[in-house]
């Protein structure tokens, strides 16, 4: 893969989590994160019409990098791969995931044993998730001491008011949320709230 996840992603230190119920949501929910000022988006692979949606978005707004998440499998790989999809993100990871060799990937890690197997593998970059539920800052910072050249992407009950703790730390390159995303208004097509909840989002981040 001539690009790491890293690298890609190297501009952004906010990654919308996106689960798309409505394939017509798609473009606009993009449009609305790049007005934003956010220029990635993670759309999770946990309904039918998520890799529709992620064709939608990269072909009718390219500026966006869009990403596919809750990867499991090889085939989500190809798949996310065929409909345009520019990176690949896991709640953790498989032995055939880390060797596909498909999409610049981005495991998950939870634990100190973990994140050693996959800086072993050659991933520098790595997921660590779920973040708060596995004990939020406080374990990310532990396990990075022993570890000081991996940075981290925390996910997985990030909110506005802990997302600037986390950006505050050096080992973390971005952070992962929905937080700004509020479901409800998704659902409905509110393209108005999401994008004042993203631009608020955006600030903090761009702050911190």
Known sequence: MTRSAEALLSNTRLIPVAVIKQ??????LAETLLEAGIST???????????????????????LIVGAGSVIE??????????????????????ELLSANVLPYLPGASTAAEVMYLR?????????????????????????????????CPTGGITAALAPAYLAQDYVAAIGGSWFLPAEALDKGDFVSISAAAKLAWGQVDEA
């Open 41 to 63: 988006i993670e759309v999770t692979l946990r309904t039918p019409v998520a890799l529709k949606a992620i064709e939608q978005i990269a072909q009718r707004v390219p500026e």
């Open 23 to 28: 394939e017509t949501h798609a473009v606009p």
């Open 120 to 152: 072993e593998r050659g991933f520098f970059f790595q997921k660590f998730f779920p973040a708060e539920a596995m004990g939020g800052l406080a374990t990310l910072q532990a396990i990075h001491a022993p570890l000081s050249d991996v940075k981290f």
């Open 74 to 95: 090889k085939q989500h790989l190809t798949s996310a791969a065929n409909a345009g999809a520019q990176y690949a993100v896991s709640p953790g990871y498989t032995d």
